[in-house]
C-alpha cells in the first residue's frame, strides 16, 4: 500500500500553523507527529523521574520506559538491545567511536563524508600522526573499484555514509564492508541519511558501529543511537565518565557498568528517547518499503522536473532520497532565498560536505530532500517556482 502524504500531513501541527509550508528541508531535520510531541508531553506530565536509581514507582516507570524506548530503537535497525547507545546525534555518536576504539593502522574516509563524519577521524588521525586517505566520488557514489586501490592491509578503519547528504545514493556497502574485513579493518557507517529513509539492518550489513539521529527521522532533537558490535563496545574505553556508567567507585579504583550504559553518563535525554521510540512506531506503522518507494518517487520526479529546466543541472542522477542542483542563472543561497518568498524550505550550501564541493569545483548546491508528507503538487510547485526564480535573475 503506498503512503497517502496529504493524510500523514494532517498528524503534523506544524502544516497547521504554516498551511501553505512546502517544507523540502528534510535532510537536515524532519518535522514532528502529534503521536511524538504527545509522547514528550506526557512523559513529562505524568511520568517523569530520572531513571535507574530511584525506588519509587515513578523511577521505575521512567526507566522502564527508557528501557522499552531502547528496545524499540534496536529492534528497528536488528541490533541487540545492549548494542544500541542512547546519544545527542550522530555527531556525538562519530566522536565517541573515533575517540574511544582502539585500532592500529590507518584511516579510511571518504571525499563525501559530513564534516560531522569526517572532523573526528581526522582528529583521531592528528591525534596519533595516522595517514588518511579519501574514498573519491563517482556520479554520486563511492567507487568500488577505486575503494580497491585504496583499502589495504594498512588500513585500521573505514568509515562511509550510507546514503549521503549531498547525492542522495547509497553507496556500495557490502562490497566496502568486503574489503575492509579482508584487511581487517573496522567499519564504520553514518547513517544520518539512510535510517530515516529505508530498511536498514546492521547485522545483514555486517558493519562494526552505525550512527543515526532521532531529528531526521521524525524524533525529537537531542537524541541518537550509536550501534556498536557488543565485543567492541565492551572493550571499548568509555568517552565521558560520570554518574549512571560506573559499578563501583572506591579511591583505589573505579569500575565501569557493561555497555551500553558504559557510554551513557550522567542523566540521559529520557524523554527524547521516549519520543525517538514513538517515531520508530510511527515509521514502522507507516512500513519502510513504502517511505523508501514514495522518497525515491519523489525524489525522481524532483530530479526530472529540474533537469528539464534550462540552466539547472542535477548534480547526480537516480538520486534516491533528496536531489542536489546548481543553476547557471542564480547561486544557490539566491535561489533558496526566492523559494522562501513562495513558502518553500530548501537547503543551500556545501551541506557541510566543503572537501567535496572542492572536488566538484563548485561553492555549493540547493538541496530538496522530501520525506513522508510531501505530495506531487509540493514537487510541481518546485518547480514552477524555480522557473520563477529563472524569470527573477534573467
Ligand atoms: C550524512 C550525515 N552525517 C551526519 C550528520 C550529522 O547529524 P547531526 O547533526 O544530527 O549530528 C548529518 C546531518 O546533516 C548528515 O547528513
Known amino acids: 500500500m503506498s503512503l497517502k502524504p496529504s493524510e500523514l500531513k494532517k498528524d503534523f501541527p506544524v ?5 501553505d509550508l512546502v517544507y523540502l528541508d528534510n535532510a537536515a531535520t524532519a518535522q514532528k507527529p502529534l503521536q511524538v510531541i504527545n509522547a514528550v508531553e506526557k512523559f513529562y506530565r505524568e511520568q517523569n523521574s530520572n531513571i535507574g536509581r530511584g525506588l519509587y514507582d515513578l523511577a521505575e516507570e521512567a526507566t522502564l520506559k527508557y528501557r522499552e524506548a531502547r528496545k ?5 535497525v536488528n541490533a541487540n538491545t545492549d548494542e544500541i547507545v542512547f546519544v545527542r546525534n550522530s555527531t556525538e555518536a562519530l566522536n565517541l567511536v573515533a575517540d574511544s576504539l582502539e585500532f592500529e593502522g590507518d584511516i579510511v574516509l571518504s571525499e563525501m563524508a559530513h564534516h560531522s ?3 573526528p577521524f581526522r582528529r583521531r588521525a592528528e591525534r596519533d600522526h595516522r595517514e588518511i586517505s579519501y574514498l573519491p566520488t563517482e556520479n554520486g557514489k563511492i567507487s568500488v573499484e577505486k575503494a580497491e586501490q585504496i583499502i589495504g592491509p594498512e588500513t585500521g578503519l573505514v568509515s562511509l555514509s550510507h546514503v549521503s547528504n549531498v547525492f542522495g545514493k547509497e553507496n556500495p556497502v557490502r562490497d566496502i564492508v568486503e ?3 579482508q584487511n581487517d579493518a573496522y567499519i564504520v557507517l553514518d547513517g544520518a541519511q539512510s535510517v530515516p529513509s529505508q530498511e536498514v539492518d546492521v547485522k545483514q550489513l555486517d558493519v562494526d558501529f552505525m550512527v543515526f539521529s532521532g531529528h531526521k527521522m521524525l524524533g525529537p532533537t537531542g537524541i541518537g543511537a550509536l550501534y556498536g558490535r557488543k565485543q567492541l563496545l565492551e572493550d571499548m574505553n568509555p568517552y565521558q565518565v560520570g554518574g549512571g556508567m560506573i559499578r563501583s567507585v572506591r579511591k583505589e579504583e573505579v569500575r565501569w557498568e557493561e555497555p551500553p550504559k558504559k557510554f551513557e553518563a550522567g542523566t540521559p535525554n529520557i524523554a527524547g528517547a521516549v519520543g525517538l521510540a514513538e517515531a520508530v512506531n510511527y515509521l514502522t506503522d507507516l512500513g519502510m518499503e513504502e517511505v523508501e518507494t514514495h522518497e525515491d518517487e519523489l525524489a ?3 530530479e526530472n522536473g529540474l533537469n528539464s529546466l534550462e540552466g539547472v543541472e542535477t548534480v ?5 532520497s533528496l536531489v542536489s542542483f546548481t543553476a547557471s542563472f542564480a547561486h544557490p543561497h ?4 526566492v523559494l522562501n518568498q513562495e513558502n518553500i524550505a530548501v537547503r543551500a550550501g556545501s551541506h557541510c560536505a566543503q572537501p567535496q564541493m572542492e572536488e566538484l569545483d563548485i561553492s555549493g548546491t540547493v538541496r530538496v530532500s522530501p520525506y513522508i508528507y510531501n505530495t506531487e503538487e509540493d514537487v510541481e510547485k518546485l518547480i514552477e517556482s524555480v522557473k520563477k526564480v529563472k524569470e527573477v535573475f534573467s
Not at 502544516?15 to 498551511?19: A, G, L, N, V, Y
Not at 547526480?316 to 534516491?320: F, H, I, R, V
Open 334 to 337: 539566491d535561489i533558496a532565498e
Open 72 to 76: 524499540t530503537v534496536s529492534e528497528f
Open 15 to 19: 502544516f497547521k500553523e504554516h498551511p
Open 179 to 181: 574489503l575492509a574485513r
Open 300 to 302: 525522481q520526479k524532483i
Open 316 to 320: 547526480t542522477e537516480n538520486s534516491k
Open 117 to 119: 563524519e569526517q572532523l
